[in-house]
């Protein structure tokens, strides 16, 4: 069974840093695509960031490039994301995601607010 497991997130204040991560199990990791969504109050999930299975090909939605950075380890099946220059629009709750065998699978959830 597939399972994705957060950490990290909390409270920053405009122009600061947080980084999220996901801990993954029951797929083999390293042949999945990782993404990372975020769904702000009253809004639309969204895609913010992807890594493709080895690292070489990452995305993100305009509003985050250059500010954030997904990464991935396969030896120890996590996925991250480094959130710098936090803007009070990026407040929401982010989700790990994976898509496997046409079902997609989701962390926890991890709340992050970035408020003067």
């Known amino acids: 069974q597939v399972h994705l497991v957060q950490s990290g997130g909390g409270s920053v204040q405009p122009g600061g840093s947080l980084r999220l991560s996901c801990s993954a199990s029951?797929?083999?990791?390293?042949?999945?695509?990782m993404n990372w969504y975020r769904q702000a109050s009253g809004k639309e999930r969204e895609l913010v960031a992807s890594?493709?299975?080895?690292?070489?090909?990452?995305t993100y939605v305009d509003s985050v490039k250059d500010r954030f950075t997904i990464s991935r380890d396969n030896v120890w099946n996590k996925v991250y994301l480094q959130m710098n220059s936090l803007k009070p629009e990026d407040t929401a709750i982010y989700y790990c995601?994976?898509?496997?065998?046409?079902?997609?699978?989701w962390g926890q959830g991890t709340q992050v607010t970035v408020s003067s």
């Open positions: 995601n994976v898509k496997y065998r046409g079902s997609m699978y």
């Open positions: 890594i493709t299975g080895n690292g070489g090909n990452r």
């Open positions: 029951g797929i083999n990791f390293r042949l999945f695509v």
